[in-house]
């Protein structure tokens, strides 16, 4: 029995160096943030600002690749399927918590093969318009949209992205019909928007600040219960007579489901000390996010939540998973 014992723990000792790596010794080699949507998009530049703070306490450089598509899923099925190593990172947004609710065959499970990390921002989406479509105030265009029904083309970042659900929450709610125009992001929506070819979009408040400032695009709300500080003078769709249509986009960071909770807690504990350094407070505030922080356990109870609420409002939308 001795003999066996010893042969087993050597063979255990032989092992050990395949396993993933122990959190003292985290990172040794390049991390890559994927993040699901394209270059400019809210949750990229929220990724890279993010990164940018965290490699050089972490010591080594952080890589932000876009694999945008299919409303988010591809970059997460990249990570779903990534080695558990803390490697390969996941930048994701609420339209994570949409997939079960908008697509019968999906080639990861939101909640079993992913491990929350963090929620890391909340960010308030804006009511943008084309120019010449002539909408001044939020109660002009839903005037028009009941007036002329499925007429107003309404663009979102892709389907069961967090701007197609703010879109369908806010038409529940206003009570219109409008024809829904998927993009694969808002770098794609914006150009389209400005020229007139689609009419209406819920743009996150980082992308959309700049068309505003430039009188590029019209602005008539914020989706969010409050009014932004940097649009202060923009009310919120309730104030426009649209009860119950705030929104909430949120951003959070996930990891393969078997990575080792060290590693977990290990960039848990970095990314909370990033999102709480001054510099990145500042850098975030001017974007318009708020920092959301959170232990692993709070965000995975977190995405279950948001499951179910999202799947309320798909199912009042009159949406069938495809």
Same mark, same amino acid.
């Given at each position: 029995?001795?003999?066996?014992? $010893? ?7 032989? !092992? ?15 991390? /890559? ?23 050089? !306490? ?24 990534? %080695?558990?190593? +803390? ?6 947004? #609420? ?15 939101? $909640? ?21 479509? +002539?909408?001044?105030?939020? /109660? ?6 009941? %007036? ?6 309404? %663009? ?38 400005? #020229? ?30 409050? /009014? ?7 009310? $919120? ?33 970095? $990314? ?10 500042? /850098?975030?505030?001017?974007? +318009? ?34």
């Amino acid at each position: 029995m001795r003999i066996v014992r $010893t042969l087993v723990l050597a063979a255990l000792a032989l !092992a050990l160096p395949a396993l993933p790596s122990t959190a003292q010794d985290y990172p040794n080699r390049p991390i /890559r943030f994927i993040v699901p949507f394209p270059p400019a998009s809210a949750v990229d530049i929220v990724a890279r600002a993010l990164g940018g703070r965290m490699s050089p !306490a972490l010591g080594q450089p952080i890589i932000v690749e876009n694999r945008p598509g299919a409303g988010g899923r591809l970059g997460a099925d990249l990570v779903a399927k990534a %080695a558990p190593d +803390g490697y390969t990172i996941l930048i994701q947004s #609420s339209a994570h918590a949409s997939i079960p609710a908008l697509y019968k065959d999906v080639s990861y499970d939101t $909640t079993k093969d992913f491990a929350g990390v963090t929620t890391l921002v909340n960010l308030p989406n804006v009511l943008i318009v084309a120019p010449d479509k +002539g909408f001044k105030t939020l /109660r002009d265009l839903v005037a028009w949209a009941k %007036a002329n029904p499925g007429k107003l083309n309404f %663009a979102s970042a892709g389907i069961g992205s967090a701007t197609h659900m703010n879109l369908e929450k806010f038409c529940a709610r206003a009570g219109i019909k409008v024809t829904h125009v998927p993009f694969k992001g808002t770098s794609e929506v914006l150009p389209d928007l400005m #020229s007139g070819r689609v009419d209406a979009y819920f743009v996150p408040l980082s992308a959309g600040v700049p068309y505003i400032r430039d009188n590029r695009v019209g602005v008539l709300a914020v989706g969010t219960a409050q /009014r932004s500080a940097l649009l202060p003078d923009v009310p $919120t769709t309730i104030e426009s007579g649209v009860p119950e249509s705030d929104y909430n986009l949120w951003m959070g960071m996930l990891v393969p489901a078997a990575t080792p909770r060290p590693l977990i807690a290990r960039l848990n504990a970095e $990314t909370l000390k990033a999102l709480h350094s001054p510099e990145l407070a500042e /850098r975030l505030k001017a974007l +318009g996010a708020m920092t959301m922080p959170s232990t692993p356990e709070q965000f995975d109870a977190y995405i279950r939540a948001e499951i179910v609420s999202i799947g309320e409002v798909v199912k009042a939308a009159g949406i069938q998973p495809n």
